[in-house]
T-cell receptor
């Protein structure tokens, strides 16, 4: 059972470049989300999805796009990278509320470390 | 904005001692969770306590919840070097029906062998 898999683990971009951080989960979780973690700021929610075709903004959505075409995948797109987007990005998933196996527990990937020069 | 705030920001103890971390939150909740993050890794769920529970145990972990004070504490007993990590509390803001989970800034625990 792989859980939540994020790729790439490390990435260096130049200002203005675009890229996609990939996230895949094999637990059939309806809920998926992206967080960024910065020193002294804790984790902040970027975007989340409660199922295929449904996405919504979190606390810090500007500069990021998401889509959810399948239950398994939830990619995060940086449209035009800026140095302020240098961060560690975490994807997390869980069962949706109301599901028989819902416990509220979030399952995290190992993170994608992005540096924007 | 941060829903939960951990205190202290950093804690250093000797192996075998107990470690206590606190979390305060702002709005009503239906549950509160604690997570651990080892350096360079993702977060791992430790324990969830519901709003109608006052105390919960899991191995060497003890979590308490005081909804009247909007606070929770995580106690790690007989700490080990392997407990060195950052610990975060997390709550779903807005009560039931909220899918989002907001995290505090964490307490960095160092257990000295």
């Amino acid at each position: 059972n792989a859980g939540v898999t994020q790729t790439p683990k490390f990435q260096v971009l130049k200002t203005g470049q675009s890229m996609t951080l990939q996230c895949a989960q094999d637990m059939n979780h309806e809920y998926m989300s992206w967080y960024r973690q910065d020193p002294g700021m804790g984790l902040r929610l970027i975007h989340y999805s409660v199922g295929a075709g449904i996405t919504d903004q979190g606390e810090v959505p500007n500069g990021y796009n998401v889509s959810r075409s399948t239950t398994e995948d939830f990619p995060l797109r940086l449209l035009s990278a800026a140095p302020s987007q240098t961060s560690v990005y975490f994807c997390a998933s869980r069962e949706i509320q109301g599901a028989p196996t819902h416990t509220g527990e979030l399952f995290f990937g190992e993170g994608s470390r992005l540096t924007v020069l | 904005s941060q829903q939960g705030e951990e205190d202290p920001q950093a804690l250093s103890i000797q192996e075998g001692e107990n470690a206590t971390m606190n979390c305060s939150y702002k709005t009503s909740i239906n549950n509160l969770q604690w997570y651990r993050q080892n350096s360079g890794r993702g977060l791992v769920h430790l324990i969830l306590i519901r709003s109608n529970e006052r105390e919960k145990h899991s191995g060497r972990l003890r979590v308490t919840l005081d909804t009247s004070k909007k606070s929770s504490s995580l106690l790690i007993t007989a700490s080990r070097a392997a407990d060195t990590a950052s610990y975060f509390c997390a709550t779903p803001p807005g009560g039931a029906g909220s899918y989002q989970l907001t995290f505090g800034k964490g307490t960095k625990l160092s257990v000295i062998p």
